[in-house]
């Protein structure tokens, strides 16, 4: 088997924590019988500094091209780098909305778990964090806010912005498939987030998604609103098996429930088009205050890998094995300076992804 990957170091840690990520699937590659050819391209700060925007046309194809994209991270440090003075359209962030764009990615899957030996990172009250959660967020990521029309005018000398939020129904349809199918694999639970006391874009959300519940009677559908939901993920987060949610709404959930497991360094992601193809990159962003210096975890990144390998790819065991070296990793003791505790064994990000490694089985 020969699959193409596209990599996409980008900024900050990104090079650092995707070259333990090669490092694994090569190794995947050795057991299971598969040839990875890496070709890298440019996005984020990296590509403005080169070519002057964050992702060139070029790039994009290449990406286009590939069975999957291995992303790390883009962006530097917001107050003080100067591709923050650039206009919005021009910075290192536009250059992931745009490859999302670019390649039809709508659906992006990020799992928030807790991990048993990582029990005591849980910030959440110690009764919560024991009885543990695995949930994933579905969120639509092509449309909503973040896509619509904006302006900023000066009237009647005020200055006034506005941003708009639309959705169609076929939109709303794609993904809310994808969240049922996903939920078929899991623990046939969708929880559709939405704000449909107030929005219209949400009560044609609520409408949509009910339509599709009917093709998935195996699956248990419910409505919550955005705010409820905030709170929930933080009182009760084990009630949770998918939660399915428009574009903003979900990177803010996502950033949530990814804080409360406690370990941002552990949460891959995964961001789905039509067909198998899909970009794959941790949670967490550019993290520069510690870039270069060799203690990133890598493990998002690594996980995020594992998901390359399971949705893109086909090959489950592999995926199975990643996610059994880390587990043992820690179970072993070894951590990072980010999930680090007393009596553990701290290593750095190269360490980490040669432990990793080691343990692929
Ligand atoms: P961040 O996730 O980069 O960092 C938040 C904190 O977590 C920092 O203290 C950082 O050191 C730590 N951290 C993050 N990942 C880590 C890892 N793997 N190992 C150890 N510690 C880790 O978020 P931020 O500081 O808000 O953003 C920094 C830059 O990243 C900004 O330019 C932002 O726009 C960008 N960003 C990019 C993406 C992306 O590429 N998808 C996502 C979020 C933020």
């Not at 995707?18 to 990875?36: C, D, P, Q, R, W």
């Not at 290449?62 to 883009?74: H, I, M, Q």
């Not at 359209?89 to 030996?117: S, V």
């Amino acid at each position: 088997m020969d699959f193409n990957i596209t990599l996409i170091p980008g900024d900050g840690i990104g090079p650092e924590i995707v070259a333990e990520a090669v490092k694994v699937l090569n190794k995947t590659g050795e057991i299971y019988h598969a040839s990875f050819h890496f070709t890298k391209i440019l996005m984020g700060g990296c590509s403005i500094d080169k070519y002057g925007v964050p992702l060139t046309d070029e790039a994009l194809q290449t990406a286009k091209s590939s069975d999957a994209v291995l992303l790390g991270a883009v962006g530097g440090n917001t107050d003080t780098s100067p591709w923050y003075k650039l206009p919005p359209e021009k910075r290192p962030e536009a250059g992931l909305l745009a490859i999302r764009k670019g390649l039809g990615l709508y659906a992006n899957l990020r799992p928030a778990l807790l991990f048993d030996e990582l029990k005591a990172a849980c910030p959440l009250k110690e009764s919560t964090g024991e009885k543990g959660f695995d949930f994933l967020i579905m969120r639509e990521l092509t449309g909503g806010l973040y896509f619509g029309k904006r302006e900023t005018v000066v009237k009647d000398g005020k200055r006034v912005a506005m941003d708009t939020l639309t959705y169609s129904e076929d939109e709303i349809r794609r993904i809310a498939v994808r969240a049922f199918e996903v939920a078929r694999k899991r623990r046939r639970k969708v929880t559709s987030v939405d704000k449909a006391n107030v929005l219209d874009s949400s009560r044609l959300w609520r409408s949509v998604t009910a339509e599709v519940a009917k093709d998935y009677p195996d699956v248990e559908l419910s409505n919550m609103l955005v705010d409820n939901c905030a709170m929930q993920i933080v009182k009760d987060p084990a009630q949770f098996d998918v939660i399915l949610t428009e574009n903003m709404f979900g990177d803010i959930l996502s950033d949530e429930a990814s804080m409360v497991t406690g370990s941002l360094g552990m949460l891959p992601s995964a961001s789905l088009g039509a067909g198998k193809f899909g970009l794959y990159e941790p949670s967490h962003g550019s993290a520069p205050d510690i870039a270069g210096l060799d203690v990133a975890n890598p493990i998002a990144t690594i996980m995020s890998a594992a998901m390359l390998l399971r949705y893109s790819l086909d090959m489950n065991e592999a995926a199975d094995s990643v996610e059994n070296a880390v587990k043992s990793v820690l179970a072993d003791g070894y951590r990072t300076g980010d999930i680090m505790s007393e009596g553990k064994q701290k290593v750095g990000c190269h360490e980490m992804g040669d432990l990793i490694c080691e343990r692929i089985k």
